[in-house]
C-alpha cells in the first residue's frame, strides 16, 4: 500500500519570504500523480498544484513550484513570495495511475503553514 | 460551473444516535468519494463509487457506517448508531476519473458527537 509523509507539521514563514515543505512517498508503482492541496481553516480543500510522475520537468503554479525526485520518492512544495492567504494545511497526496490500481487520493498527515506580516 | 455540494455543513448529536450526510457532486463527474478527516490528520477514504457501484469500500466501518449513490449521481453517508470517535469532517469529492487524477472536494460536514 502507498504512504505519504509530511514530516513538517508546522511551518511558519515571513510575508513575502520563500518556504519549503517537505513531501515524501513509498510505492512501487511507476505510474502515478503527486498533489499539494491547500485547506485554508473551515474551507474547502484546492488544489494548489500536480505532477505526473513520467514527466521529469517539475510543475509551477504561479508562485507554487515543487521539486519532484523520483529515485528519492520526494515532492516537496516551495512557495515564493508568500503571502498571508497563504495561510493553511497543506497536504501532500498520492494518486495511482496504475492499470487496475486505485483512483483514490492517499493523503498524508498535513503540515500547518502560517504566514507571518 | 457548481462545485461539490455537501449537506448540513456541520451537525451535533449525541451518541448512538444516528446522522446522515448528502454529496452532489459535479456534473458529469463518475467517481465520487467520501473521505473522514479527523481533527489534526489528512482525510482518510471511507467509500469511492465509480457511477452507482462501490469500487473501494475496505476502510468502511461496515457496523455503523453506510453510504449509497443512487442513479449515479448524489450520495448519502449515514452513521448509526455514532460514537464519540466518529467526531470528525466528512469530505465528499467526485473526479471525472484518470483523465486529469484531480479531486474536487465539497466544503465538508463537520460532525461532533457529544
Known amino acids: 500500500a502507498q504512504t505519504v509523509t509530511q514530516s513538517q507539521p508546522e511551518m511558519s514563514v515571513q510575508e513575502a519570504e520563500t518556504v519549503t515543505l517537505s513531501c515524501t512517498y513509498d510505492t512501487s508503482e511507476s505510474d502515478y500523480y503527486l498533489f499539494w492541496y491547500k485547506q485554508p481553516p473551515s474551507r474547502q480543500m484546492i488544489l494548489v498544484i500536480r505532477?505526473?510522475?513520467?514527466?521529469?520537468q517539475n510543475a509551477t503554479e504561479n508562485r507554487f513550484s515543487v521539486n519532484f525526485q523520483k529515485a528519492a520518492k520526494s515532492f516537496s512544495l516551495k512557495i515564493s513570495d508568500s503571502q498571508l492567504g497563504d495561510a493553511a494545511m497543506y497536504f501532500c497526496a498520492y494518486r495511482s495511475l496504475t492499470q487496475g490500481g486505485s483512483e483514490k487520493l492517499v493523503f498524508g498527515k498535513g503540515t500547518k503553514l502560517t504566514v507571518n506580516p | 460551473e457548481a462545485g461539490v455540494a455537501q449537506s448540513p455543513r456541520y451537525k451535533i448529536i449525541e451518541k448512538r444516535q444516528s446522522v446522515a450526510f448528502w454529496c452532489n457532486p459535479i456534473?458529469?463527474?463518475?467517481?465520487l468519494y467520501w473521505y473522514q478527516q479527523i481533527l489534526g490528520q489528512g482525510p482518510k477514504l471511507l467509500i469511492q463509487f465509480q457511477n452507482n457501484g462501490v469500487v473501494d469500500d475496505s476502510q468502511l466501518p461496515k457496523d455503523r457506517f453506510s453510504a449509497e449513490r443512487l442513479k449515479g449521481v448524489d450520495s448519502t453517508l449515514k452513521i448509526q448508531p455514532a460514537k464519540l470517535e466518529d467526531s470528525a469532517v466528512y469530505l465528499c469529492a467526485s473526479s471525472l476519473g484518470r483523465v486529469t487524477g484531480e479531486l474536487f472536494f465539497g466544503e465538508g460536514s463537520r460532525l461532533t458527537v457529544l
Open positions: 505532477q505526473e510522475a513520467y514527466k521529469q
Open positions: 456534473s458529469g463527474h463518475a467517481t
